[in-house]
């Protein structure tokens, strides 16, 4: 007699599922090794923050010893935590806050206002605008920078922390982001406010930006990051430690001669947590919305 | 309160006239209902008198004042949207209390005026819950309370049944009715449920292509209607529409079927024949039909029977043995036929 192999259904299921979990497997590994690829850099780097010796660094780069710290030192973090002299770098941080806090700040009120207007004002030729407003965010900001620069010398504005903050307040992409929020909020929350006898500036204020959460974090996170992430401009603009920003400052440590890697890697993970700290904060309202509930049963 | 005049007003988007010159007067204290089928210009003639649209021509005015260019504020209107649009990170006080906040009224105004609102409507226990926590009918109550908490001269409604299921509107529709007998308050109300209309108003205006079909009580409406349109419109189920003409002092449709005229009846224009489903009986003479549907509801049956080609309803209010495929006789109660013209429009 033969053996002869029969396909129950039972069989059938047992192999989907083996198949289904040998899927899972595969997909695992491949996003722990993405996940690895990512987060070794900035594992590396809080790493070689932690040891003193600059020349270990650069000898423990390229190998696992990179990731292992067997006497670990605050010393680095002492040594730029200070906010006068050489390793300024309490200073640089501040100065890089107020200019992340005045820019996202501002930058908020400025580009949510003109969103609401564009979406819920009586604006003539409210297309064209919308289209220049695309078009103004396709300029790379590198190209108008210079003229910028030539701007900012006459208006005798070099050098302060007001350079680094108001040329990137208003911005097509954010007054673009809020214009298609606010858009898209019920149009009666808009005629039950004017019935009430709101003005325009105090439905603005007390229904819509309210409502606005999602927006507001997202706009913060990217301006934040666009803010705290500013190099060029200002190497540009700034001569002196007064408003130098962290950034800039940081790239003093790769000198011609010498590069301080412990000390630039204590600077880079102190220059990483206001960021990462923006970012917790408002992460949970990127997809959350509550606005559904005002509308309908 | 105050009465609502609304006089040769007009509206058009661009070259499209949407309200062709439509004229109401709404005394004061009035529930007026406007009702069509959808894409009839109700609702655009509702946001006119509150303001939230412009008007192309004609003039409004509320308690003698005109309001044409006067903003929603301003006009002292109250209204209920179709999406109740509560703000939803308000609670349920500051809803109902933002109008009067925005006025510069004190703190313990705004309370009395929420607390003596949400008395009337049973809202006292819901005063620190966000929309989001709310039932459907509890959220309209909101939005009713938000309106009555201004005590405004003309409250607006729009369609703020149309979310409830069934069963909660029957309760809300009480409630509004209910509401307008304690408050007085002038009311215009836009549905497309003829139903809604004829249990709430004062007076009902049908309405359809942006024009005025007909205005008047709701049992005239229904007794009278001015053409088809109306006839149909008004009641459920619809009035039976036979064409036809009258040949020797009789209805004779164009399938042939002899329909008796009324009494007295001696125009010879008619040319469509109306008599509303409870109006016709099973009788031992009458005109034979044939059972098609019976649709027993526990208080009445309905019956659909086909008189000639015609699908035609009777509702008839005892319990019927009948089966489909019976043939029947009915007849119609002489007293309540109605007779229109080739146009539409009504004769006797």
Redesign the interface.
């Given at each position: 007699m033969s053996d002869i192999a029969i396909s129950t259904p039972q069989a059938q299921m047992t192999r989907t599922r083996s198949a289904v979990g040998s899927l899972r497997i595969v997909q695992t590994a491949c996003i722990l090794v993405i996940a690895l690829v990512i987060v070794s850099p900035l594992f590396m780097l809080l790493i070689a923050s932690l040891k003193d010796d600059r020349f270990q660094i650069l000898a423990d780069m390229g190998s696992f010893r990179a990731f292992w710290v067997s006497d670990p030192t605050l010393a680095n973090f002492a040594e730029v935590g200070n906010f006068s002299g050489e390793l300024a770098f309490g200073r640089y941080l501040l100065n890089s806050l107020i200019i992340l806090a005045l820019t996202v700040g501002s930058g908020l009120i400025v580009n949510s206002m003109a969103g609401f207007v564009l979406a819920w004002g009586s604006v003539r030729g409210r297309a064209l605008i919308l289209s220049l407003v695309i078009a103004l965010y396709v300029i790379p900001q590198e190209s108008i920078i210079m003229p910028l620069v030539i701007m900012v010398s006459r208006a005798g504005m070099t050098d302060t922390f007001a350079v680094q903050i108001v040329p990137w307040i208003a911005s097509p992409l954010y007054i673009f982001l809020f214009y298609q929020f606010f858009a898209q909020l019920?149009k009666?929350?808009f005629?039950?406010?004017?019935?009430?006898?709101?003005s325009i500036f105090?439905i603005y204020r007390?229904?819509f930006l309210?409502?606005s959460l999602p927006a507001l974090a997202t706009v913060s996170i990217l301006m934040g990051i666009e803010s705290w992430n500013q190099y060029l401009w200002p190497i540009l603009v700034t001569q002196t430690d007064y408003a130098r920003p962290i950034a800039v400052a940081i790239a003093t440590f790769f000198g011609q001669d010498s590069i301080y890697w412990d000390r630039a890697m204590a600077a880079s993970v102190l220059m990483m947590l206001p960021i990462l700290a923006l970012y917790l904060a408002f992460q949970r309202w990127f997809v959350s919305s509550?606005?559904?509930?005002?509308?309908?049963? | 309160m105050a009465s609502v005049t609304i006089e040769q007003v007009r509206k058009q988007y661009g070259a499209v006239p949407v309200i062709h010159d439509v004229s109401i007067d709404i005394e004061d204290g009035e529930f007026v209902t406007l009702v069509g089928p959808s894409g009839c210009g109700k609702s655009t003639l509702l946001r006119m008198l509150a303001g939230l649209e412009d008007i192309s021509g004609g003039q409004i005015r509320i308690g003698g004042r005109v309001v044409n260019d006067i903003a929603p504020k301003e006009r002292d209107i109250a209204m209920v949207f179709q999406s109740y649009a509560l703000y939803p990170h308000m609670t349920v006080a500051e809803n109902m209390g933002f109008a009067l906040k925005l006025k510069g009224q004190d703190k313990a105004a705004i309370q009395s005026r929420v607390k003596e609102a949400a008395d009337i409507l049973a809202l006292e226990p819901l005063l620190d819950r966000l929309p989001r926590q709310l039932s459907g009918g509890q959220r309209q109550r909101v939005a009713m309370g938000r309106a009555i908490v201004r005590h405004p001269q003309v409250f607006l409604f729009d369609e703020p049944l149309s979310n409830l299921d069934a069963k909660l509107r029957v309760t809300m529709r009480a409630e509004i009715k209910d509401l307008h007998q304690r408050l007085k308050t002038t009311t215009v109300y836009v549905t497309h449920d003829q139903i809604e209309a004829m249990t709430m108003a004062d007076r009902i205006v049908v309405m359809r292509g942006g024009v005025v079909e007909q205005i008047g009580r709701p049992l005239d409406l229904y007794d009278r209607p001015i053409n088809t349109f109306v006839a149909t419109f008004i009641g459920s189920p619809a009035m039976n529409l036979f064409n036809g003409s009258i040949v020797d002092g009789r209805f004779v449709t164009d399938d042939g079927k002899a329909l008796p005229l009324p009494p007295g009846y001696s125009g010879g224009a008619a040319r469509t024949y109306g008599i509303r489903p409870e109006h016709l009986a099973i009788a031992e003479s009458g005109i034979p039909a044939t059972v098609g549907v019976v649709e027993p509801t526990g208080a009445e049956t309905h019956l659909v029977v086909k008189l000639g080609a015609v699908d035609t309803t009777l509702v008839i209010r005892d319990r019927v043995d009948v089966r489909p495929g019976q043939s029947v006789a009915i007849a119609p109660d002489l007293a309540k036929i109605h007779l229109f013209s080739s146009q539409g429009s009504r004769l006797n």
């Amino acid at each position: 007699m033969s053996d002869i192999a029969i396909s129950t259904p039972q069989a059938q299921m047992t192999r989907t599922r083996s198949a289904v979990g040998s899927l899972r497997i595969v997909q695992t590994a491949c996003i722990l090794v993405i996940a690895l690829v990512i987060v070794s850099p900035l594992f590396m780097l809080l790493i070689a923050s932690l040891k003193d010796d600059r020349f270990q660094i650069l000898a423990d780069m390229g190998s696992f010893r990179a990731f292992w710290v067997s006497d670990p030192t605050l010393a680095n973090f002492a040594e730029v935590g200070n906010f006068s002299g050489e390793l300024a770098f309490g200073r640089y941080l501040l100065n890089s806050l107020i200019i992340l806090a005045l820019t996202v700040g501002s930058g908020l009120i400025v580009n949510s206002m003109a969103g609401f207007v564009l979406a819920w004002g009586s604006v003539r030729g409210r297309a064209l605008i919308l289209s220049l407003v695309i078009a103004l965010y396709v300029i790379p900001q590198e190209s108008i920078i210079m003229p910028l620069v030539i701007m900012v010398s006459r208006a005798g504005m070099t050098d302060t922390f007001a350079v680094q903050i108001v040329p990137w307040i208003a911005s097509p992409l954010y007054i673009f982001l809020f214009y298609q929020f606010f858009a898209q909020l019920p149009k009666e929350l808009f005629e039950a406010a004017q019935i009430d006898g709101a003005s325009i500036f105090r439905i603005y204020r007390s229904i819509f930006l309210p409502l606005s959460l999602p927006a507001l974090a997202t706009v913060s996170i990217l301006m934040g990051i666009e803010s705290w992430n500013q190099y060029l401009w200002p190497i540009l603009v700034t001569q002196t430690d007064y408003a130098r920003p962290i950034a800039v400052a940081i790239a003093t440590f790769f000198g011609q001669d010498s590069i301080y890697w412990d000390r630039a890697m204590a600077a880079s993970v102190l220059m990483m947590l206001p960021i990462l700290a923006l970012y917790l904060a408002f992460q949970r309202w990127f997809v959350s919305s509550f606005v559904g509930s005002a509308v309908k049963g | 309160m105050a009465s609502v005049t609304i006089e040769q007003v007009r509206k058009q988007y661009g070259a499209v006239p949407v309200i062709h010159d439509v004229s109401i007067d709404i005394e004061d204290g009035e529930f007026v209902t406007l009702v069509g089928p959808s894409g009839c210009g109700k609702s655009t003639l509702l946001r006119m008198l509150a303001g939230l649209e412009d008007i192309s021509g004609g003039q409004i005015r509320i308690g003698g004042r005109v309001v044409n260019d006067i903003a929603p504020k301003e006009r002292d209107i109250a209204m209920v949207f179709q999406s109740y649009a509560l703000y939803p990170h308000m609670t349920v006080a500051e809803n109902m209390g933002f109008a009067l906040k925005l006025k510069g009224q004190d703190k313990a105004a705004i309370q009395s005026r929420v607390k003596e609102a949400a008395d009337i409507l049973a809202l006292e226990p819901l005063l620190d819950r966000l929309p989001r926590q709310l039932s459907g009918g509890q959220r309209q109550r909101v939005a009713m309370g938000r309106a009555i908490v201004r005590h405004p001269q003309v409250f607006l409604f729009d369609e703020p049944l149309s979310n409830l299921d069934a069963k909660l509107r029957v309760t809300m529709r009480a409630e509004i009715k209910d509401l307008h007998q304690r408050l007085k308050t002038t009311t215009v109300y836009v549905t497309h449920d003829q139903i809604e209309a004829m249990t709430m108003a004062d007076r009902i205006v049908v309405m359809r292509g942006g024009v005025v079909e007909q205005i008047g009580r709701p049992l005239d409406l229904y007794d009278r209607p001015i053409n088809t349109f109306v006839a149909t419109f008004i009641g459920s189920p619809a009035m039976n529409l036979f064409n036809g003409s009258i040949v020797d002092g009789r209805f004779v449709t164009d399938d042939g079927k002899a329909l008796p005229l009324p009494p007295g009846y001696s125009g010879g224009a008619a040319r469509t024949y109306g008599i509303r489903p409870e109006h016709l009986a099973i009788a031992e003479s009458g005109i034979p039909a044939t059972v098609g549907v019976v649709e027993p509801t526990g208080a009445e049956t309905h019956l659909v029977v086909k008189l000639g080609a015609v699908d035609t309803t009777l509702v008839i209010r005892d319990r019927v043995d009948v089966r489909p495929g019976q043939s029947v006789a009915i007849a119609p109660d002489l007293a309540k036929i109605h007779l229109f013209s080739s146009q539409g429009s009504r004769l006797n």
